[in-house]
């Protein structure tokens, strides 16, 4: 739990009861690669905290695997438009190699907030982060060139290349495999 709590850290200071508490009710868990965490069509109970290892969200359009958002070692993985609304989501959370996993079950975790201020305001600093992400991410979409997302993301996760399928890597940047060679290779 050390990795989670300097984790959780940066973004704001928890008293010994609140880290007790989350805790409590956080379990580690072992995931062999290419397990699906949370398969298409699951309601979101859970945020995962990915200890060591390496995760992506992914969902289908016209039966086409498209990757949506990686997390590496030290990083919160979830799918909150389903945590948040209690819908079943239609993206899934993958495993793309073994990893160890904190899960925390968000049902207790919002149980809490009334009685640790300091967690609601952890988490919400941590959703308001990975909103600003998403935008971005959007915004990369929109208005830079694959080229530019290639490098974003390499300086974002430099060994990116080294433990993601390539395929990943290009469904990610919105450009096929091919093109993602030729990117790779003007370097």
Do not use: W
Not at 129 to 142: F, L, M, P, W
Not at 146 to 170: F, G, H, Q, T, W
């Amino acid at each position: 739990m050390t990795s989670l709590f300097k984790y959780l850290g940066k973004f704001n200071t928890l008293s010994k009861e609140a880290e007790k508490a989350i805790a409590e009710l956080s379990k580690t868990i072992t995931v062999k690669k290419n397990t699906d965490l949370q398969p298409i069509g699951h309601t979101c109970k859970t945020i995962y905290f990915v200890n060591k290892g390496v995760a992506r969200i992914y969902y289908f359009k016209d039966g086409v695997d498209i990757t949506e958002s990686f997390a590496f070692d030290n990083n919160i993985i979830a799918r909150v438009e389903s945590l948040f609304t209690g819908k079943p989501s239609r993206k899934a959370i993958q495993i793309i190699e073994d990893s160890e996993i904190v899960a925390i079950n968000s049902t207790q975790l919002f149980k809490l907030y009334d009685k640790f201020p300091e967690i609601e305001r952890l988490f919400r600093l941590i959703f308001e982060s990975a909103y600003v992400d998403t935008v971005n991410r959007i915004e990369g979409i929109q208005f830079h060139t694959a080229e530019e997302r290639y490098n974003s993301l390499i300086k974002d996760a430099p060994d990116v290349l080294k433990r993601v399928p390539l395929k990943y890597v290009a469904s990610y940047l919105g450009i096929t495999q091919v093109s993602l060679s030729r990117i790779r290779g003007s370097k």
